[in-house]
């Protein structure tokens, strides 16, 4: 591979406290950048300060949204080494969303140096308490400057790395949700499965209408039948019912979350039954019914777990496990997080560390 450019800031940005920290508004010194340009492919692989990036207003992501990105985070482990989380989990389903939007493919081991590197120079900015990480987000924009809709010829591939703070703040808080009857988010066939923008820019509407409402969160049915489960807000969902653990499968308009696949690793590792199928609605209030939805929770990057204490479907409420945080909830979270922070030995070898 070619060798990545650094350009260093002339001074250095300091961490803010733990306290200090949301979630995603502070960035640190240096991103990485690298161009594609149909020709030349994937080049001038560089890190520079982090910096307003200048475009012409014609770029074709800013008409046409062809972009993808990802979101994962590295830690500061309580012996003072820092890893990141499945990095190339990450990065493999970063080419699966670039095929999907006819983004040119990346090498995954120069994405993946690039992202080590970069790292390596952004150490101190790892926060260290408890539920604290740096986030990272690689993200293709298409910046080729043409108002005709087409695949673009160039585009810029960036890498910031953002420290967030804690999740939750003052211990879990089982979030309220609708079922969403009237609007839907992907479709089989669609770009569902891809980790893109134009599948958040269709859930704006109905997360309005929810919060109005006072949910949390939309739980998002299948557009056809309006009837099967697809997933949760910004985050997978699954179903503890009479003990077994159900997800919805991977059917190409679900996003198939890292989170998710760990939860289901883990479960299937601690011999609970774990089934990833098609389920609906009618189900889950039958289940509730007879007594026998045990708990229901999302999962994803930025939460890790987000227990869900009610679900409301055309009006009909239902309240999980007395609106208090699961048992099972409470255990992925702790093993989960442990690992992350290195309380828990790394047996799935889901860390790497920065060198
Ligand atoms: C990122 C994302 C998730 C969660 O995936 P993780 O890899 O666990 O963070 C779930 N749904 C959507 C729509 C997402 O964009």
Redo the contacts with the bound molecule.
């Keep these: 591979m070619s060798d990545i450019t650094v350009t260093k800031v002339k001074q250095v940005g300091v961490l803010p406290t733990d306290k200090e920290l949301g979630f995603g508004t502070i960035f640190t010194d240096h991103m990485f950048v690298m161009d594609y340009t149909t020709g030349k492919g994937w080049h001038s692989p560089r890190i520079v300060p982090y910096a307003e990036c200048a475009n012409y207003p014609a770029m074709i992501v800013f008409h046409y949204g062809q972009a993808i990105f990802e979101?994962?985070k590295a830690f500061r482990t309580e012996d003072n080494r820092i890893c990141v989380f499945r990095p190339y989990?990450?990065l493999n389903?970063f080419n699966r969303s670039a095929e999907k939007l006819c983004i040119p493919k990346m090498d995954v081991e120069q994405i993946h140096d690039a992202l080590f590197q970069l790292l390596a120079l952004e150490k101190n900015w790892v926060p260290g308490q408890l539920g604290t990480s740096l986030y990272i987000r690689p993200f293709v924009v298409a910046d080729e400057p043409h108002l005709g809709v087409k695949v673009a010829d160039s585009f810029k591939l960036y890498i910031i790395l953002s420290p967030v703070g804690a999740y939750y703040k003052t211990g879990f808080n089982p979030v309220s949700i609708k079922v969403e009857d009237k609007y839907v988010?992907a479709i089989k066939g669609g770009l569902?499965e891809a980790?893109t923008p134009a599948?958040?820019a269709m859930s704006l509407a109905a997360q309005q209408d929810a919060y109005a409402e006072g949910f949390g969160q939309v739980l998002w049915l299948d557009a056809v039948h309006r009837k099967y489960i697809e997933?949760v807000?910004?985050?997978?969902i699954l179903f503890k019912i009479n003990g077994e653990i159900i997800t919805p499968e991977l059917n190409g308009s679900?996003?198939?979350?890292?989170?998710?696949?760990?939860v289901l690793e883990l479960s299937r590792s601690w011999g609970l039954k774990t089934t990833e199928r098609q389920i609906s609605i009618d189900e889950v209030y039958d289940a509730y019914a007879k007594g026998q939805l045990d708990e229901v929770f999302g999962?994803?990057?930025?939460a890790v777990i987000s227990p869900v204490g009610e679900l409301s479907w055309k009006g009909q409420r239902i309240v999980i496990n007395h609106n208090q945080t699961g048992p099972y909830a409470q255990k992925l979270f702790d093993y989960i997080t442990g690992v992350q922070s290195g309380k828990i030995a790394d047996q799935f070898g889901w860390m790497e560390e920065v060198r």
């Design positions: 979101g994962m989990e990450y389903r988010r569902g980790k599948n958040y997933e807000g910004t985050m997978n679900i996003l198939g979350g890292i989170t998710r696949k760990t999962s994803g990057t930025a």
